[in-house]
């Protein structure tokens, strides 16, 4: 499973960006889906989940302002942002749970992660 991110970049305070994640492999494997998140000097943060389902959580911090969502056609996650606050500058990473093959056999867990892509938000 591979994925890309894409969409970040500088916005004002108040403003809105929509990210989105595609993937690429074995996609129709891919279970429980996300986008976390590391600002400068920080670790990084869980920001939002998606199961395959539909069902999300999310950090309290961002509660009632982002919203994420999954195509699951084509398998693509989203994270629409909105009343972006400086605080929420950081880089971008979309993370997937799905099975990996080793050539020690198959593990039904695996965190695959993207490339990131930051987000500034300016005051």
Known sequence: VQLQ????????????LRLSCATSGSIFSINDMGWYRQAPGKERELVATITRRGSTTY?????????????????????????????????YYCNA?????????TFPHHAYWGQGTLVTVSS
């Open 59 to 91: 950090a309290d911090s961002v509660k009632g302002r982002f919203t994420i969502s999954r195509d699951n056609t084509n398998v693509v996650l989203y994270l629409y942002m909105n009343s972006l606050k400086p605080e929420d500058t950081a880089v």
């Open 5 to 16: 991110a894409s969409g970040g970049g500088l916005v004002q305070a108040g403003g809105s």
């Open 97 to 105: 749970d799905a099975p990996q093959t080793t050539r020690w056999g």
